[in-house]
């Protein structure tokens, strides 16, 4: 049977919204659409997914994806959206905040006027904020003001995790998205390469009774990411980005723990060798929770990946001085030298550790 719509419910750690959640979905929608309801649990350690199956066994369209080992709302949401085969998708949270009572009325918009996009807003017409913190919404404010940057249209809520989507629109772009965080509304509008057709309908988001927000500080970094991706990230990949900023910190590592050590009267060339592995170490624990957080190495596996950090490096650092070497006798413009040795260097680096430390 071919579905007019899906919805995609991404969840962690929401019990106790499920099954009330899939209630309200049938009370608002009715007969005449046809549905499903998929969502996305990233194994919740509360017996989220528990819930999610009592929904599926008592109602037909109503089925879950389980993710193990993996983290990340937009990353859920795009796999819910490939494991269905309806015409639109909806996108909302679980945790009862989003209005479902305008759900038909968003399908009847992008049916009508063959949208791209329906997004469900708080700061238009009727719509409010509710009881959100004031603290929240300023920051929603703020995160708005920057995705100008990025967006091809004018959004009064590009924040919305509450929105419609053609399959079309959909298939255009999930090739490029960047899949990084919250906000996968921004990513899709800012994947597309002409600006999507749109209109925005206004709904009141409800406070949450059960379960608890997951915005927390490493979401505002994730859409820092985001942001970074879309705009210079089509040039010089995310992922190097970071491993240069992380390069950088390990510079200062370096020269700080030099420092003492000489200070601690230890002879150079040891206090070299030592400042040298410290900072290989501080380099290897930075890009392992930042650059590579989506296949972070732990237990056993992070010391055969810090070893193998180590190898890499040592090549890399040996390549980044026989070129130095090489093209300062060539043109003895020392920072160019040392400048490309470096950045050979770091590229280098960043190869090898992506394949082998990384992999
Ligand atoms: N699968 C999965 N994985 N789901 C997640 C994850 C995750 O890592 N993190 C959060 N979720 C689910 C939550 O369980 C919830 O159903 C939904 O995503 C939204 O998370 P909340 O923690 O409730 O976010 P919020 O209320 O602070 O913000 C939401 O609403 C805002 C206003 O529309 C988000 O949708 C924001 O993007 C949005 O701006
Ligand atoms: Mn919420």
């Not at 390469?193 to 988001?205: G, I, N, S």
């Not at 995310?238 to 420092?259: D, E, K, N």
């Not at 130095?324 to 920072?335: H, P, R, S, T, Y």
Request: glycine residues 8%; proline residues 3%; positive net charge.
């Amino acid at each position: 049977m071919q579905l007019d719509l899906s919805i995609i419910i991404p969840t962690f750690n929401e019990r106790e919204n499920v099954q009330k959640l899939v209630e309200l979905l049938h009370q608002a929608i009715g007969e005449k659409i046809k549905w499903e309801a998929i969502f996305v649990d990233d194994n919740s350690p509360d017996g989220t997914y528990q819930e999610i199956q009592k929904s599926a066994k008592a109602w037909g369209n109503v089925r879950g994806i389980r993710r193990v080992g993996r983290r990340g709302l937009s990353s859920a949401v795009i796999e819910g959206m490939l494991a269905s085969s309806a015409k639109f998708f909806m996108v909302m949270d679980g945790d009862l905040q989003h209005d479902e009572k305008i759900i038909p009325k968003m399908l009847a918009a992008i049916q009508a006027n063959n949208l791209d996009l329906v997004v469900g807003s708080r700061f238009v017409g009727a719509g409010s904020t509710g009881e959100l913190a004031a603290n929240r919404v300023k920051i929603s404010r703020f995160a708005t003001t920057l995705s100008q940057q990025i967006l091809k249209i004018k959004l009064t809520d590009p924040m919305s995790g509450f929105f419609m989507l053609s399959r079309q629109f959909f298939e255009q772009n999930v090739g490029r998205l960047s899949a990084i965080g919250f906000k996968i509304l921004l990513d899709l509008i800012a994947s597309s390469k002409t600006p999507p057709a749109f209109v925005e309908l206004p709904y009141q988001m409800r406070k949450r009774t059960a379960g608890e927000s997951k915005l927390e500080p490493i979401v505002v970094w994730e859409y820092l990411l985001l942001l970074l991706d879309k705009s210079i990230g089509r040039f010089i990949p995310l992922r190097f980005m970071m491993f240069v900023a992380v390069g950088l910190s390990g510079v200062l590592v370096h020269l700080g723990i030099l420092y003492v050590a000489i200070n601690l009267n230890y002879s150079f060339v040891i206090a070299q060798i030592i400042a040298t592995i410290m900072a290989m170490t501080s380099n290897y624990i930075l890009n392992n929770i930042f650059t590579y957080k989506d296949k972070r190495l732990t237990g056993r596996k992070f010391f055969q990946g810090l070893l193998s950090f180590y190898l890499a490096c040592s090549f890399g650092f040996l390549v980044n001085i026989l070129l130095a070497d090489f093209l300062f006798e060539l043109n003895n413009i020392w920072w160019l030298a040392g400048l490309l040795g470096a950045v050979v260097g770091s590229v280098w680096n960043y190869g090898m550790t992506k394949y082998i430390t990384w992999r």
